[in-house]
């Protein structure tokens, strides 16, 4: 690692140890490749077994089989159910999150206002929050208005943890804007809530579709709270309904269906990332550090 | 949290369209409270009201109890602090301080070995010429998988069949009850993340002027010498934010150790699983306690950690253009009399 900080990119270093250096540059490129990919990887292939192949443990499936993936497909699984369950949750959550986080973030990263300080003192505390301590009061005050077993028992608790983050992501993003752009508007006539409909909303498009990335995933991944707040197979989400499943072949951990339900959960996700990546790297250090 | 902190840097960082705006100030103040209002009433009814209501809840308990007559009372009765002592010292005891040692140590030994491995991503892709796409797009990966997902397949990867033994030539039983399990828990969780760390960590990197690595070669430092008296320093406010998150993070563990281990084993048990495991159970008042107690615990270490380390959540909250980062990186170092 060390002999990795001399050679800045771009800038001559004596040609011996630039030899050792590249190689070393591209071992540590391979190694977190193989870090970040092998489980994933893992998890593909055992996806891919036969149920009687599952404890084959060779790198490829011999032979290929989908029957892991008919498996949680099956009708009476009802993973169909769970995987629209958790794109309603997830969705819902994240557009109310947009709608309200919007306006706050814009608020905090333009606005100047007494107590500005304590507000984004406040709104960065509850991100902190533990999600059980949403879950052990909200399930008693659900159960008691008959909310278990509903959308909304699972969205609402689900805004704990994404408006924070939203508001958080979308302020820094705000904050990228330069603020002459809005003053231009309003010397031209704007009102601030026009300037800021027909300025920055636009101009800010990319940041808030990367906080809805964000938002959707993190609630998408959600599992304390739906686990919580529903008991019937099909109200489920898709992290819940994995987590639940029997052994559909006789085994007792049911693996191989359990990783093929894996792959078809995060594969959109993975999808869904590597294609705005750069976006979702800018998102995700501009909220950790500005 | 650090409100008076910040008060103190504000104004030669602030940015100058201040006094133009200062005749609309007035209305600003408005238009915030109107922005703002939606976000924290929301935040009021799914936090705050939660956070009373665990809090009054943990006072009580359910179930069988004698009044003051000598009658037996069904449903909700008021305990006093019995919920918390009980927590203590009573018989939820021993499994309140194990699972607060579990949580703890998870904290620890996760934070700590996502914090090194995640700075030594960020500094190989720091230093990747060519592939740094392939890398940031490998690094997200983890990031995406979903924690219940990632711990059903750490899970099978731990199976006392499975491929860990395997390459390991040993036969553990990762899943039973015990040590192995307790890493197993962290392994997972330091694969999840610490490319999360790696992440926040090379943008905080890429601040460093590469003058200033520039200056220290030709003043004759070595490679060490430049990483711990020029990288380390410069990089430590993007890493400690990154290792604050975690921190707040790993202590309310629970998809990890319920998925992958088992919610009724005791070596991975987190405070939050006990006090899911007692809410399951309808033991509302326990559960209470034990939620609000690790409430309590998450801001106790978030305040100590920004009070101890200096982590300056606020200010960083604050407009900050790169430019003006990259300036105040270098003041940091010129005014720096010994290393930190």
């Known amino acids: 690692m060390t002999t990795l900080t001399t050679g800045r990119p771009g800038r001559r270093a004596s040609a011996t140890r630039s030899g050792v250096a590249v190689v070393l540059r591209y071992f540590g490129m391979a190694v977190i490749i193989v870090y970040c990919l092998a489980p994933f990887y893992w998890m593909t292939v055992s996806a891919f077994r036969r149920p009687s192949d599952q404890f084959q443990l060779s790198a490829l499936p011999r032979p290929w089989s989908t029957a892991n993936f008919s498996a949680v497909f099956k009708p009476d699984v009802g993973f169909e159910r769970a995987l629209l369950n958790s794109l309603i949750v997830a969705g819902i959550t994240t557009v109310i999150t947009l709608v309200i986080g919007t306006v706050a973030a814009y608020a905090l990263a333009r606005l100047e206002f007494r107590f500005k300080n304590l507000v984004a003192a406040v709104i960065i505390a509850t991100s902190m929050f533990p999600p059980i301590s949403i879950v052990v009061p909200l399930l008693k005050l659900f159960t008691d208005i008959k909310w278990i077993n509903t959308y909304q028992a699972m969205i609402v608790p689900s805004l704990s943890f994404a408006l924070p983050l939203a508001v958080w992501y979308l302020a820094s993003f705000f904050r990228q804007l330069p603020a002459e752009l809005e003053q231009a508007a309003m010397i031209d006539g704007c009102t601030r809530g026009q300037a800021f409909r027909k300025v920055i909303l636009p101009l800010a498009a990319p940041g808030v579709f990367t906080t809805a990335i964000i938002t959707f995933i993190a609630a998408w991944n959600d599992f304390i709270i739906a686990l919580s707040m529903v008991n019937k197979k099909d109200m489920q989400t898709a992290t819940v309904a994995i987590s639940r499943f029997t052994g559909a072949y006789g085994f007792d951990q049911p693996y191989g269906t359990q990783m093929a339900a894996g792959v078809v959960v995060t594969v959109p996700l993975v999808i869904a990332v590597l294609t705005f990546q750069r976006r979702i790297v800018a998102g995700l250090t501009a909220g950790g550090l500005k | ?340």
């Open chain 2, 1 to 340: 949290m650090t409100t008076t902190a910040p008060a103190v840097a504000l104004p030669p960082t602030k940015p100058a369209p201040k006094s133009s705006t200062r005749r609309a100030d007035h209305g600003e103040g408005r238009l915030a409270a109107v922005l703002l209002s939606p976000t924290f009433l929301v935040l009021a009814l799914v936090i705050g009201y939660p956070l009373v209501s665990a809090l009054r809840e943990s006072l009580y308990r359910r179930g069988e109890g004698l009044d003051a007559n000598g009658f037996v009372v069904s449903g909700e009765h008021f305990v006093g602090l019995r919920n918390y002592t009980d927590a203590f010292t009573g018989a939820g005891g021993s499994r309140f301080w194990n699972a607060f040692g579990n949580t703890t140590f998870f904290t620890v030994t996760s934070v700590v070995l996502e914090a090194a491995v995640g700075l030594a991503m960020a500094l190989v892709m720091h230093h990747a010429l060519r592939g740094r796409a392939l890398l940031r797009a490998g690094i997200l990966v983890p990031w995406a998988v979903p924690t219940a997902v990632s711990g059903l397949l750490w899970r099978w990867i731990f199976d006392a069949n499975g491929i860990a033994n395997k390459l390991l030539g040993q036969q553990i039983l990762w899943a039973a009850d015990g040590w192995p399990a307790k890493w197993a828990v962290v392994i997972a969780d330091t694969w999840k993340t610490a490319p999360f760390i790696g992440l926040l960590t090379l943008a905080g990197l890429q601040l460093i002027p590469a003058e200033l690595h520039e200056a220290a070669r030709v003043d004759g430092a070595n490679a060490w010498v430049q990483f711990r008296k020029i990288t380390l320093p410069l990089v430590k406010p993007a890493l400690l934010v990154a290792v604050l998150f975690r921190l707040l993070d790993v202590l309310r563990m629970f998809d990890l150790p319920y998925l992958l281990v088992g919610n009724q084993k005791h070596s991975v048990q987190t405070l939050s699983v006990l006090a899911f495991n007692e809410a399951n159970n309808l033991h509302y008042g326990p559960a209470a306690a034990y939620a609000t107690l690790l409430f309590l615990y998450v801001v106790i270490v978030a305040y100590a950690f920004v009070k101890i380390l200096g982590t300056d959540l606020i200010a960083e909250a604050r407009a900050k253009t790169p430019a003006r980062r990259r300036r105040s990186a270098t003041r940091s170092l010129a005014g720096r009399g010994t290393p930190a």
